[in-house]
């Protein structure tokens, strides 16, 4: 290349540069782009790489003035509900998106922000139909929240167990309990992750505008790393979601959550708590009741009275109770997984197998709660104290 054509190829990317330049000096300048939209680019380019940024998609980081204000100023008007996890509100973004905010009650020792964000990042990445979506976070100072979407008519136990006059006919219930199993079967089955719920609960599902439910909470336990004191007040909570051997050995896998799943099949047929004190004796552990009335061959009683009036699938329900029982089963390998779970309630598929009587745990007195007691459970589960045989012993002086 002689240097004369050199010369005027490098004045064509000059004035180029310069061109473009100027074009944004001038679009910033008019305002088309606001500086702070630059701000923001500058930024993201600066922001550390980090293990996930190649393959997920990046989250969005919401400035902690914008969740005050869309919350007016965490306003006690606006709480949705506290959890074990923190207080959630209620919110309306500048752009009328309806948000729901969850203020992580994390001390800033426990976790620093970059795992925090990085956990974030792998919760947004999990989507499916199913499961609620987290749209992102918030973390300033000893802060934490999340930023979920509103789901406009709440949670399921706001309505089955709720004293309001709002029914829900069976084939809303049947959506119901296929979506949650179609929700749970995408976090155990195929998402990339493999994620145990691990609080699978009649709160933690929410129902959007068609009633079409999706599965809150999932993953939260990612930021509570190691923290017993956590477990043992969700344990307080949701004891009667709890499957024996997670509940009691602490043996944690897919098969608790499928036993939870279970119980709130159960709930949503009878619409009733798992646990109801109030009741006469020999109904107030619905797994127990209902596997009574099982035996009995009379397990349609089992049905919301109100359903009863409205009318419904017998064969359907007969399915999702049986269903119900297979998830049950005190031995945890005995469950189904969930894909099989969700082809029994849609297409009828693998019906033979009878279940197992349900285990579960009784709760006589509130001192127990510390301490579940297992005496309804037959026979696969010793105490936690003959299981601590195992250790080496001292031996005698
Ligand atoms: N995305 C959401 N949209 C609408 N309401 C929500 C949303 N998330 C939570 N809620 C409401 O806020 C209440 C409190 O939720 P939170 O998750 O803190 O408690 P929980 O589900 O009872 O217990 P846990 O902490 O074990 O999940 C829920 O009962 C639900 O009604
Ligand atoms: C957070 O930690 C501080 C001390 O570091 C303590 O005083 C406070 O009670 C803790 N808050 C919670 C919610 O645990
Ligand atoms: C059940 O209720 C839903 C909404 O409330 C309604 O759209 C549907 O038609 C009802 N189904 C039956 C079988 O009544
Ligand atoms: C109880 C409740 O909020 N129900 C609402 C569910 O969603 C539909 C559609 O938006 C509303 O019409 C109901 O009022
Ligand atoms: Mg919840």
Same mark, same amino acid.
């Given at each position: 290349?002689?240097?004369?054509?050199?010369?005027?190829?490098?004045?064509?990317?000059?004035?180029?540069?310069?061109?473009? !330049?100027?074009?944004?000096?001038?679009?910033?300048?008019?305002?088309? !782009?606001?500086?702070?939209?630059?701000?923001?680019?500058?930024?993201?380019?600066? #922001?550390?790489?980090?293990?996930?940024?190649? &393959?997920?998609?990046?989250?969005?980081?919401?400035?902690?003035?914008?969740?005050?204000?869309?919350?007016? /100023?965490?306003?006690?008007?606006?709480?949705?509900?506290?959890?074990?996890?923190?207080?959630?509100?209620?919110?309306?973004?500048?752009?009328?998106?309806?948000? @729901?905010?969850?203020?992580?009650?994390?001390?800033?020792?426990?976790? $620093?922000?970059?795992?925090?964000? *990085?956990?974030?990042?792998?919760?947004?990445?999990?989507? +499916?139909?199913?499961?609620?979506?987290?749209?992102?976070?918030?973390?300033?100072?000893?802060?934490?929240?999340?930023?979920?979407?509103?789901?406009?008519? #709440?949670?399921?136990?706001?309505?089955?167990? $709720?004293?309001?006059?709002?029914?829900? &006919?069976?084939?809303?219930?049947?959506?119901?309990?296929?979506?949650?199993?179609?929700?749970?079967?995408?976090? +155990?089955?195929?998402?990339?992750?493999?994620?145990? +719920?691990?609080?699978?609960?009649?709160? /933690?599902?929410?129902?959007?505008?068609?009633?079409?439910?999706?599965? $809150?909470?999932?993953?939260? *336990?990612?930021?509570?790393?190691?923290?017993?004191?956590?477990?043992?007040? @969700?344990?307080? $909570?949701?004891?009667?979601?709890? @499957?024996?051997?997670? @509940?009691?050995?602490?043996?944690?896998?897919?098969?608790?959550?499928?036993?939870?799943?279970?119980?709130?099949?159960?709930?949503?047929?009878?619409?009733?708590?798992?646990?109801?004190?109030?009741?006469?004796?020999?109904?107030?552990?619905?797994?127990?009741?209902?596997?009574?009335?099982?035996?009995?061959?009379?397990?349609?009683?089992?049905?919301?009275?109100?359903?009863?009036?409205?009318?419904?699938?017998?064969?359907?329900?007969?399915?999702?109770?049986?269903?119900?029982?297979?998830?049950?089963?005190?031995?945890?390998?005995?469950?189904?997984?969930?894909?099989?779970?969700?082809?029994?309630?849609?297409?009828? *598929?693998?019906?033979?197998?009878?279940?197992?009587?349900?285990?579960?745990?009784?709760? #006589?007195?509130?001192?127990?709660?510390? &301490?579940? %007691?297992?005496? %309804?459970?037959?026979?696969?589960?010793? %105490?936690?104290?003959? %299981?601590?045989?195992?250790?080496?012993?001292?031996?005698?002086?």
């Amino acid at each position: 290349m002689s240097s004369a054509s050199q010369s005027v190829l490098f004045l064509l990317l000059g004035g180029m540069a310069m061109f473009i !330049i100027m074009l944004i000096l001038l679009l910033v300048f008019c305002k088309i !782009i606001k500086p702070s939209d630059l701000n923001k680019l500058v930024k993201r380019a600066r #922001r550390p790489p980090d293990l996930f940024s190649g &393959n997920l998609r990046s989250i969005s980081l919401f400035d902690f003035q914008t969740l005050k204000k869309a919350t007016n /100023n965490f306003h006690p008007g606006n709480l949705l509900g506290r959890g074990g996890f923190g207080p959630v509100y209620r919110g309306k973004l500048e752009d009328g998106i309806m948000i @729901a905010v969850k203020k992580l009650s994390v001390n800033k020792s426990q976790q $620093g922000e970059s795992e925090f964000l *990085a956990e974030v990042r792998m919760i947004t990445s999990i989507q +499916h139909k199913n499961l609620v979506h987290l749209l992102g976070c918030c973390s300033v100072g000893p802060h934490r929240l999340l930023v979920y979407e509103y789901m406009i008519n #709440r949670s399921l136990d706001l309505i089955i167990y $709720g004293n309001n006059d709002q029914f829900m &006919n069976w084939s809303t219930r049947n959506q119901i309990i296929i979506g949650v199993a179609r929700g749970l079967q995408y976090l +155990h089955e195929d998402c990339p992750l493999r994620i145990i +719920h691990r609080d699978i609960k009649a709160s /933690n599902i929410l129902l959007d505008d068609k009633f079409q439910p999706k599965i $809150g909470d999932f993953g939260l *336990a990612r930021f509570f790393p190691e923290d017993e004191a956590y477990l043992s007040t @969700a344990f307080a $909570g949701t004891l009667g979601y709890s @499957a024996p051997e997670y @509940a009691i050995r602490g043996e944690l896998s897919e098969k608790a959550d499928i036993y939870s799943f279970g119980v709130l099949v159960l709930e949503i047929i009878s619409c009733r708590k798992n646990t109801d004190l109030s009741l006469p004796s020999e109904m107030q552990y619905l797994p127990e009741y209902a596997w009574r009335l099982y035996e009995k061959s009379k397990v349609l009683d089992l049905v919301d009275p109100q359903m009863r009036e409205d009318g419904f699938l017998e064969r359907d329900v007969l399915q999702a109770i049986h269903v119900a029982f297979m998830c049950l089963q005190p031995q945890p390998d005995l469950r189904p997984p969930m894909s099989q779970i969700v082809s029994m309630l849609t297409c009828n *598929a693998n019906m033979n197998g009878t279940p197992m009587r349900p285990a579960f745990l009784e709760r #006589r007195r509130k001192r127990d709660i510390e &301490n579940p %007691s297992c005496d %309804s459970i037959s026979d696969p589960f010793p %105490s936690p104290l003959q %299981s601590d045989s195992s250790l080496p012993k001292r031996p005698p002086n």
